[in-house]
């Protein structure tokens, strides 16, 4: 699945400071970026800083943001997933993990998503669910642990008693070959 033509364009609309473009790209990703990094921080107002530092980083990065090296969406999406799992392994972030029942009724109203982006982000999921089981066992185990549990190479290493090196292979290895089964898909 491709993006609208469009998608690429407001980030050339952006590169060249419009920000209502950049405010049109917000409006077609920050559902979606919203609950993936709600789903790793677990808190309402840590969710919404880190969107808005994600749109702060595309204003700031969109002149050297390259399409050949991969979509809009999953650079929006590597940004969220890093900067949520860097959230969490900070050390304020540990101290003050507790999210009040009124922040949780909030965030079900901004968590539902238009039946479009479901869609989309069921089909993506399957395409990339599918394609998981199409590698090694070994790559998935890494590749599942390092991008579902948020892990680090080196922590991987030690929870599957393998050398550093080997989980380091293991994750290059398998991302080739899950771009390789997902390059004309997404």
């Known amino acids: 699945m491709t993006l609208p033509p469009e998608i690429p364009i407001l980030m050339e609309r952006i590169a060249k400071r419009d920000s209502r473009a950049l405010r049109d790209l917000y409006g077609r990703f920050s559902r ?3 609950n993936v990094i709600f789903s790793i921080v677990k808190r309402k107002e840590d969710a919404e800083e880190i969107l808005c530092e994600i749109f702060h980083q595309v204003w700031e990065r969109a002149p050297s ?7 809009v969406y999953t650079w929006l999406l590597t940004m969220a997933r890093n900067r949520a799992i860097d959230r969490i392994r900070s050390k304020g972030y540990r101290q003050g993990n507790a999210q009040s ?3 949780v009724e909030e965030l079900q109203g901004f968590n539902r998503e238009d039946q479009l982006d479901q869609v989309v982000l069921s089909e993506r999921a399957d395409l990339v669910k599918s394609a998981l089981e199409r590698i090694s066992p070994e ?3 890494v590749l599942e642990t390092a991008y579902f549990e948020g892990r680090t190479q080196t922590e991987i290493a ?6 550093l090196g080997t989980v380091k292979s293991r994750v290059r290895d398998g991302m080739k070959a899950l771009q390789s089964l997902l390059k004309d898909r997404l």
């Open 32 to 34: 979606a970026l919203y």
């Open 65 to 71: 943001y390259d399409i050949s090296k991969g979509s």
């Open 101 to 103: 029942q009124q922040e």
């Open 139 to 141: 790559q998935r185990l």
């Open 158 to 163: 030690a929870s599957l008693n393998l050398p």
